[in-house]
């Protein structure tokens, strides 16, 4: 059969074809769904240890905020992704591809990339000599992403629209139980190890936490080695450089452009924004419980366990509240609530050591932070044609990123000049153009839907 021209599926909405509140709950019972689970936990464990609970290291090492803030710049590597993603998408690996299929085998090599990265990281100390542990992180960080061009095109031909948004719950829950490990867990470890008094750096005991992170990346290498690949669409050879430039490049760019014309600023836009005031506020966080004098414990519960949990919640009912009600009413809803929780930020800067607001602060914030985040990737999977699913989505996840990662590098400098209750609240008032965005990107129709000829 032929397909002319290539397009998903709009963004579901509330109508009497929604399931039943049963058929949509059952939907995380789903074997695709299960494997999410694991392959998000595999993907959200190397966030954290290059970026927040890095920052927790580095800044207990005695490195100051506005070094902190420009590390975070390694980050960018989520934001570049787009620059391989066409070589994931459509290049062969030697051996690996033949036996585990284009998807798996991409998964595989960027797992072992990560695992050598945090290895690299552990034997380096920050205080003694930083840049070793920066060019470990940059391997973790580019591991990472291009783990995440695969997983996010595994995700995606893994089932149909509808059930996007429920994968990308099931994805959530397990990105954020590692999350909870990624933080807490390394905390705990790194407290166990430690054989000087508390309040003291020792570099052994962070040495021990990330070996251990390295190691926590087997069940994600195992479920990669025992799931099915995903039937995609088979690439036809290319007949040249130019040729496989426009197939894996310029087509899948100007299949979004042709469905959406001139829409397509508008939702680029969006993408662009939508999580800025939760990606630019993130990087000073750990920062932030440091110099307001919580503890690792401290941390490790409030913000690590019990905020990640809240996250869970938020994730689970994002993903049946989008399937109900449709994912750009719970994209509005995701926008107001991370905007205004960062306000409760600078509200809490201004108690010292209250651990009892810290629970409602991050119980608030990491709810809503869940809720953005399920509909924010059902939205974007909603945006992407199977054909190319890897290229399209990192082309979109990284926007994403990009500005407000960028921005971020700044945060610890912005802090030292201004302070962290001006800080939060800055960080808030960058979400209100979102507001307007998802207004403008919900009345956007595709220009051309799929047309399916035998």
């Not at 051996?95 to 050598?116: D, F, H, N, P």
């Not at 807490?184 to 430690?194: K, R």
């Not at 021990?208 to 088979?234: F, I, K």
């Not at 503890?295 to 989008?322: N, Q, R, S, W």
């Amino acid at each position: 059969m032929t397909v002319q021209p290539p397009s998903p599926s709009p963004p579901p909405t509330a109508d009497s074809s929604a399931p039943p509140w049963r058929t949509a709950f059952l939907v995380y019972l789903d074997p695709a769904a299960l494997r999410m689970l694991v392959l998000g936990f595999s993907a959200g464990l190397p966030l954290l240890l290059v970026l927040g609970t890095l920052s927790f290291w580095l800044r207990e090492a005695g490195i100051d905020r506005t070094t902190i803030g420009y590390l975070s710049w390694v980050g960018l590597a989520y934001a570049l992704k787009w620059m391989w993603a066409p070589l994931v998408d459509r290049l062969p690996i030697p051996v690996l591809t033949a036996l585990l299929g284009r998807r798996r085998s991409w998964l595989l090599v960027s797992q072992w990339a990560i695992v050598l990265g945090l290895v690299a990281m552990s034997f380096n100390d920050p205080q003694v000599a930083l840049p070793p542990v920066v060019w470990g992180a940059l391997a973790v960080a580019f591991g990472s992403a291009t783990q995440d061009i695969a997983l996010d095109a595994f995700r995606i031909e893994s089932a149909d629209a509808c059930r996007q948004p429920a994968l990308a719950a099931a994805y959530q829950t397990g990105y954020r139980l590692a999350m909870i490990w990624a933080g807490a867990g390394v905390l705990w470890v790194a407290a166990a190890a430690q054989t000087l008094p508390a309040g003291i750096y020792q570099h052994s005991a962070w040495q021990t936490a990330y070996l251990v992170m390295a190691l926590s990346m087997a069940p994600g290498m195992a479920m990669v080695l025992g799931s099915d690949e995903p039937l995609g669409r088979t690439m036809p050879p290319a007949r040249g450089v130019v040729d496989w430039l426009h197939g894996a490049l310029i087509a899948p760019i100007a299949d979004f452009v042709c469905r959406y014309r001139w829409q397509a600023a508008t939702i680029l836009a969006l993408i662009a924004v939508y999580r800025i005031s939760d990606v630019v506020m993130g990087i000073m966080a750990n920062p932030f419980y440091v110099d307001m004098g919580y503890t690792k414990a401290e941390v490790a519960a409030v913000t690590k366990v019990f905020g990640v949990i809240m996250t869970l919640l938020g994730a689970f009912v994002g993903g049946v509240l989008a399937m109900r009600l449709g994912v750009m009413r719970v994209l509005m809803m995701g926008a107001v609530l991370s905007a205004a929780s960062n306000v409760l930020f600078a509200m809490l800067s201004t108690r010292g050591h209250d651990v009892s607001s810290l629970i409602l602060v991050i119980s608030i914030d990491n709810l809503s932070s869940g809720i953005a985040s399920a509909a924010f990737i059902g939205y974007l999977s909603s945006l992407t044609n199977v054909q190319y699913s890897a290229t399209q989505y990192a082309l979109f996840s990284s926007m994403m990123l990009l500005l407000p990662k960028f921005l971020a590098g700044y945060s610890g400098l912005y802090v030292d000049t201004f302070g962290y209750a001006h800080f939060f609240v800055a960080t808030a008032l960058l979400g209100l153009p979102v507001l307007l965005l998802v207004w403008l990107a919900a009345r956007v129709k595709p220009a051309h839907k799929l047309r399916i000829t035998n």
